[in-house]
């Protein structure tokens, strides 16, 4: 009757990318987003959003015309083998660097937050290790996971914003513009590899139970990350203003290290887990992105096997900058900057290919059989 | 070094018996015999394989058929038969009986009768308790059912016991176990097979299903598993469970054991197969997931109400026995600003003369719980209590006095050994238990990061795991359709499907 | 057999990981020395002097195998140049590792907090991990480490408990402001208001206190009996980090009640009664919404209108007046009382604006709602434009009872 070989339904699947965007409200992105917008970031979310819909629309359209193929096969196949080899070398490149980078802000805030005097290779490894565990698990694995835990997470996440907004002053919103409704759009606009991840969920695309889960997960998934990282935005104000935000490395742990409910007065400790929880899962995922693609650049059918080598090779790469917090937030940036234009173009890209090669004409051709 | 591994490798092409038996090739040989015509010569050799006269309860009565005019002998162990059933009912019927044409079934008053052709059978049968006569000039004998073996009667549940239900439970009597789940389930479905899973004591399995629910595939895996078994001997359940569980080392239970009928019956008509033995008061049932070890048959007696207030009880209960000793550990290394600042101080104070760090004093009251635990339960009855008593109260008291550990910690270990009896399958109940020793280490060693760590690590182990296919946290995730009984239950009347993991033949219950 | 081979390997290895792994942040929690409050003065050799409160955490416990017969706190105090380097400075005379945990207090002394050095100290604060943000400020007249040492609870048996309750209960009676880092480092980076921060002392002060009513600092309350010397009572002012000034209890309550940031809590207070000026009458207001404020803004010259609703209920009647019985009387009444906290309100307004040259009222915020843009609201400088601005208040009172017992007999006929 019902049998599930290796794949997702759309619950896990929204659970996945929830996990995997939703959890950069809690690092310095937040950060990169007041840098520029202050008090008015948490509009930003919603400029992303707007931003992203075509790319991510037409992504699905190209996506939903090949049955099992993910999408490095994809573009193999609309860009050719060399230029596709090519576009699918700097995909895992630029991956791979958030990977490393993301990875090592998040154990910089485990040990500048909560563990100080542990050396962070420790930490690192610990984190990693985990993840690569997850990973090796297999998509269907990580889903599974990430739905049985995402409730808590988010119930967590709840708590902490309904607490700071009963603490926090909806004055500190105002001016409502920031410096200004034209800086906010195009600030915003810069920054909208935020949502990249949605690029690389093609290569899940195979392993989803049902196709039009893609389309309807993705979208579902897009709103609620949308607000939730709005909310927390304009959360973190209210409870600091703008300009003690901007001083601060990591807000949402700021934040969590603030609020208090009732007697228990120092709470971060009950959140911490939630967090961890989520990160350990974001990373694993990440890792098994890391691994498709990799195992199909050099056609590794079993990629699993690549894990622990690349869970290694992140945190050799990633303990190198010398005083994490401030290096590793230049490179974050300029590694958001970057993946913009690729985000927003090649799913461009993708579709004129399908459209020229007549792609579109051939699954209307099947559809009507 | 290098020699030792030389001479294995060469060794390992040989194969050589390291142990010295006795073969019995002559007399595998006459059993596989058919059953000789001569009387004279078959008893002498049954009399042979049974070691007659030194066998005391095995019995070769001889006499004449009345009528054929024909010898006759029959073969019994009287300690398993029913002696006066054969006296009655087999042996007088068939002395006092004149008329010379007869069948000889039309004269055996018994219930059941059948033929046997070949000497083995006839020892399987007269094993099994049966009786069977040898006739004369007959190339076959007959197989009387009387079997009769001792054993207890269907008394009350010990150890899944509930207030508001049925009470009976399986004793060690197969025949009365299925006839405790006819009892239930009045369908013409359900099949009873059986199946001989050993290879010297030949013990019996009965497979439980019903036919036109339970799928085809995992019937035939299961009956794959149990058959390629290679073993002289499965006494009971307990240990057919591990010769069948696919992994062996795994913390977790994969296969469901209970002792309710009425649970196993409420398995099999949700599609799922029960196997039951001989010897073993209880059955396996499965494939079982984290749930059915999870849930008690009492959650659905209960109203709707009470029933899900228990089911939280057992929740919290199971959080509290996985990591109330290791966040002690946690917070009193780690994240001393998560307590409240008057708790903080009452721990530190009452800290400062205990000599261990905080760890040690944590595993040290666990093992000490454990010891009492282990050691109460081997105690004969009488004195069972005393040793409850003396255990936890005066030794834990003792201790706090002597400064060896704080009285925090006896609160916080005894809490979480209390909360752990609310899980009632034994197996879970180990599995959690042992886990929280992997929780209590990692907070040790790494605070609330660690035992996170070892949580999500185990998180995903979990989903991982299967049981005869089936994952382990269905139907939460993967999600399949069913009546969504996890951690709470529905209503009855909300209940309408059957678990699609198992993936039954019938899917609505209504 | 292989598989197992390969488990036990993981478990070693796990086992060696964790083996070296512990003990970095591991603190036993016995091992620690609490300090409950810090104290900050100013230095004669170095730039500061700290004083740590530390907690005994044995004293008062009653607990088998924990109670004692030490004293309840130590204290410490020594000369250094920032707020972390002390931490293991102190562990020359104190055994064990000193610990922020239940660091909650930070007393500064006046002379310290009036420095312009003073709030570099402060952002040393954001740099420990265990220093919260929601630590109370409390500035002394005396110095800090003076402060500490006399300071001495009666009932408290534990320090952190007596700092807790006595400015939790300050701030449920307005006697003191809130004043959390939090607020301290966040006012000051906004550049716009004034931080009020807590003001109190153990050194009393000899004043003729009959006709002030709540006009008092903190040591002019006159006390007598066998308690505690220590009172926590108005407020100092902050601007741009450094101290510029205190405020009355009174004083302290009005700043609460134009406050648009916060609600003010319910307080009680007493004024003279408008018929016969030898009684007074006390009653409790409490303050329904935050007051409104506008502002509006015509070349140069800015106008606040501000709009103050109270809930006033009168709990005492001296002069008999029955205001319960009589609608004109309590009219009249209401009239007064509106006059008089229209005037004080506008006194003390005038105050801040030539004395403070800025509001303690976070009104800036309103101002903000007025900009679409943060670059036009920086133009715009608040703290510069408030002194000049025309400010308005008006004050509106609606009863609520008048007592238990709302009716009085006639005095007149009770006495003959």
């Known amino acids: ?369 | 070094m290098l020699g030792d591994l030389l001479k294995k490798a060469f060794s390992s092409n040989k194969k050589s018996n390291p142990f010295h038996e006795k073969s019995n090739k002559e007399e595998i040989q006459i059993k596989e015999q058919k059953i000789h015509s001569d009387l004279e010569y078959s008893m002498t050799i049954f009399k042979e394989i049974y070691s007659f006269p030194d066998n005391k309860d095995v019995k070769f009565r001889t006499f004449q058929i009345g009528g054929l005019k024909k010898q006759a002998c029959l073969i019994s162990i009287s300690t398993i038969t029913d002696i006066k059933l054969l006296d009655e009912y087999a042996i007088q019927p068939l002395l006092r009986n004149d008329n010379p044409s007869f069948s000889i079934e039309n004269v055996l008053a018994v219930q059941a009768l059948s033929t046997v052709e070949y000497n083995k059978d006839a020892i399987y049968e007269i094993n099994k308790g049966n009786a069977v006569l040898f006739i004369e000039g007959y190339t076959k004998a007959y197989s009387i059912t009387a079997a009769n073996f001792q054993g207890r009667d269907v008394s009350n549940a010990d150890n899944e016991i509930v207030l508001k239900g049925p009470k009976e439970a399986f004793t060690e009597k197969a025949a009365s176990n299925i006839s405790l789940i006819r009892k239930r389930i009045r369908d013409e479905n359900l099949i009873v097979e059986s199946a001989v899973i050993s290879k010297r004591t030949k013990n019996e399995l009965f497979i439980v299903y019903i036919k036109d629910l339970a799928n085809k595939q995992l019937l035939d895996n299961i009956k794959k598993r149990v058959s390629s078994l290679n073993v002289d001997s499965v006494q009971n359940l307990a240990l057919l469970e591990q010769h069948i569980e696919e992994r062996k080392l795994s913390l977790f239970p994969s296969i469901l054991y209970t002792e309710r009928p009425d649970r196993a019956s409420a398995f099999i008509e949700d599609g799922y197969i029960v196997l039951l033995m001989d010897n073993s008061p209880d059955s396996l049932v499965l494939p079982a997931t984290f749930w059915s070890f999870f849930h008690i048959s009492e959650d659905h007696y209960l109203r709707y109400i009470y029933g899900n207030f228990t089911r939280g009880l057992r929740m919290i209960a199971i959080f509290i026995t996985l990591f109330s000793s290791s966040i002690y550990v946690g917070i009193t290394n780690y994240h001393t600003e998560m307590i409240p600042p008057d708790l903080l101080l009452a721990i530190s104070a009452t800290r400062e003369k205990v000599p261990f760090p905080a760890i040690i004093e944590v595993i040290l009251m666990e093992f000490a719980f454990g010891l009492i635990r282990e050691g109460g339960l081997r105690v004969p009855t009488p004195i069972g209590p005393t040793i409850g008593i003396v255990g936890a109260l005066i030794l834990g008291q003792a201790a706090v006095q002597a400064n060896i550990v704080s009285p925090i910690v006896v609160i916080v270990v005894a809490l979480a050994g209390v909360c752990s009896f609310l899980v009632s399958d034994i197996s879970m109940n180990f599995a959690i238990r042992i886990i929280r020793f992997f929780f209590i280490l990692s907070a040790g060693f790494f605070g609330f990061y660690g035992m996170t760590a070892v949580f999500t690590a185990g998180l995903f182990y979990i989903v991982s795991i299967k049981s005869f296919g089936v994952p382990y946290l269905s139907p939460m995730t993967p999600k399949y359709t069913s009546s969504k009984d996890t951690v709470f239950r529905r209503l009855l009347k909300n209940e309408i499907f059957r678990p699609g993991y198992v993936k039954p033949k019938d899917m609505k219950k209504t | ?416």
């Open chain 3, 1 to 416: 057999m292989k598989k197992q081979k390969h488990l036990i390997k993981m478990v070693c290895l796990i086992l060696l990981v964790v083996s070296l792994g512990g003990c970095w942040d591991k603190k036993e929690i016995e091992r620690n020395a609490y300090v409950v409050a810090i104290g900050l003065d100013k230095g004669k050799e170095a730039s500061l002097k700290i004083t740590y409160l530390i907690s005994n955490p044995e004293y008062g416990s009653i607990q088998q195998g924990g109670s004692t017969n030490e004293p309840p706190v130590e204290i410490i105090s020594f000369e250094t140049d920032d707020l972390v380097s002390p931490l293991y400075k102190a562990n020359a005379v104190i055994a064990k590792e000193i610990s922020y945990n239940l660091m909650k207090n930070i007393i500064v002394s006046e002379k310290l907090a009036m420095e312009k050095e003073f709030i570099r100290w402060m952002y040393d604060t954001t740099k420990e991990k265990d220093i919260r943000r929601d630590t109370y400020l409390i500035f002394t007249k005396e110095d800090a480490s003076k402060f500490i040492l006399e300071n001495q609870p009666k009932l408290e048996t534990r320090a952190n408990k007596y700092f807790e309750f006595i400015i939790r209960r300050g701030i449920a009676t307005a006697n003191i402001p809130d004043s959390t880092l939090h607020r301290y480092l966040r006012i000051t980076e906004a550049d716009a208001d004034l931080f009020l921060g807590i003001y109190a002392t153990t050194e009393h002060e000899d004043t003729d206190q009959s006709n002030k009513g709540d006009e008092i600092f903190a040591g002019q309350l006159d006390t007598t009996g066998k308690t505690n010397k220590t009172q926590f009572l108005g407020s100092t002012v902050f601007k741009e980090g450094m101290m510029i000034g205190k405020l009355t209890a009174e004083d302290t309550r009005i700043s609460l009640l134009l406050s648009v940031a916060e609600k003010s809590p319910p307080m009680l207070i007493s004024f003279p009664d408008p018929n016969k000026k030898e009684y007074r009458i006390a009653a409790k207001i409490t303050q329904l919404k935050s007051p409104k404020v506008d502002l509006k803004m015509n070349n140069g010259i800015s106008k606040v209108d501000v709009f103050l609703p109270i809930h006033m209920d009168i709990l005492t009647d001296h002069a008999m007046e029955n205001y319960a019985k009589d609608t004109q009387k309590r009219e009249e009444l209401k009239k007064y009382i509106e006059n008089r906290f229209e005037k004080k309100m506008m006194k003390f307004v005038t105050r801040t604006q030539e004395e403070f040259k800025a509001d303690p009222f976070g009104w800036s915020l309103i101002a903000r709602k007025k900009f679409a843009s943060l670059p036009e609201y920086k133009r715009f400088g608040w703290m510069q434009a408030y002194p000049q601005m025309d400010v308005n208040i008006s004050v509106n009172i609606t009863f609520g009872d008048f007592g238990r017992q709302s009716r009085l007999p006639k005095l007149e006929k009770v006495r003959d």
């Open chain 1, 1 to 369: 009757m019902e049998d599930s070989k290796g794949k997702i339904g759309i619950k896990e699947f929204i659970a996945i990318i929830i996990l995997t965007i939703g959890t950069k409200l809690t690092d310095d992105t937040t950060v990169i987003l007041y840098k520029q917008m202050e008090n008015a970031a948490w509009m930003s979310p919603f400029v992303i959003c707007a931003f992203s819909i075509l790319p991510i629309f037409l992504l699905i359209k190209v996506m939903n015309i090949y049955e099992n193929k993910n999408l490095a096969d994809v573009i193999n196949q609309l860009f050719g083998r060399f230029f596709g080899f090519f576009t699918v070398m700097i995909l895992w490149f630029l991956l791979f660097s958030a990977l490393t980078i993301d990875s090592a802000v998040y154990t910089d805030i485990i040990s500048t937050m909560y563990f100080e005097k542990t050396p962070v290779i420790m930490i690192y490894g610990l984190l990693m290790l985990v993840s690569a565990f997850g990973a090796k698990k297999g998509i269907e694995h990580i889903g599974s996971v990430a739905w049985s835990v995402i409730f808590w997470i988010k119930l967590s996440l709840l708590a902490a914003l309904i607490l700071t907004f009963m603490q926090g002053e909806i004055l500190f919103l105002f001016p409502i513009f920031g410096n200004g409704a034209w800086e906010v759009v195009k600030e915003s606009s810069l920054r909208t590899s935020l949502n990249a991840e949605f690029l690389y969920l093609g290569l899940i695309f195979p392993y989803l139970k049902n196709k039009k889960d893609y389309k309807k997960g993705t979208w579902i998934a897009l709103a609620i990350i949308t607000t939730e990282l709005s909310f927390s935005l304009a959360a973190f104000i209210m409870l600091f203003d703008h300009k003690g935000i901007q001083l601060m490395d990591f807000p949402f742990h700021e934040t969590i290290r603030y609020i208090e409910i009732g007697f228990l007065e120092n709470i971060e400790t009950f959140f911490f887990p939630f967090w961890l929880i989520a990160s350990f899962i974001r990373f694993a995922f990440y890792l098994y992105l890391t691994a498709i693609l990799f195992g199909s650049l050099f056609s590794i059918r079993n990629f699993e096997h690549l894990l622990p080598i690349i869970a290694t090779l992140v945190v050799f790469l990633g303990i190198i900058p010398e005083n994490p917090t401030f290096t590793i937030f230049k490179l974050r940036e300029s590694l958001l900057f970057i993946t913009t234009p690729i985000f927003i173009i090649l799913p461009f890209l993708l579709w004129a290919a399908a459209k020229l090669k007549g792609e579109f004409k051939n699954e209307k051709a099947k559809a009507s059989d």
